[in-house]
């Protein structure tokens, strides 16, 4: 089994940064990648941005250039920096982690709000 353990989420002004932490225990082997997902209300969840154990990286589109993914392999923990915050930013924010057969864990989420 895989815990998941989000932190960082919180109140910000659009403008402002934020950066979120995920580390992982227990059975942690086989990792292909993590990432970052997101679900604001009403709405379905989304990628926000992945990176694999190799570091290859991939981003939402509304999130390019604001939003950096990163990745302690050693420490078994995924950062996501996140810059120039907006409203539309606000949701809650769930870690993953899917192993090299595909299979797939989350965390319990991070709200992150963004004011104006």
């Known amino acids: 089994q895989v815990q998941l353990v989000e932190s960082g989420g919180g109140l910000v002004q659009a403008g402002g940064s934020l950066e979120l932490s995920c580390s992982a225990s227990?059975?942690?082997?086989?990792?292909?990648?993590m990432g970052w997902y997101r679900q604001a209300p009403g709405k379905q969840r989304e990628l926000v941005a992945s990176i694999t154990r190799g570091g290859s990286t991939n981003y939402a589109a509304s999130v390019k250039g604001r939003f950096t993914i990163s990745r302690d392999n050693a420490q078994n923990t995924v950062y996501l920096q996140m810059n120039s915050l907006k409203p539309e930013d606000t949701a809650v924010y769930y870690c993953?982690?899917?192993?090299?057969?595909?299979?797939?864990?989350w965390g319990k989420g991070t709200l992150v709000t963004v004011s104006s």
């Open positions: 227990g059975n942690i082997v086989s990792i292909d990648r």
């Open positions: 993953n982690l899917v192993r090299l057969l595909g299979i797939s864990y």
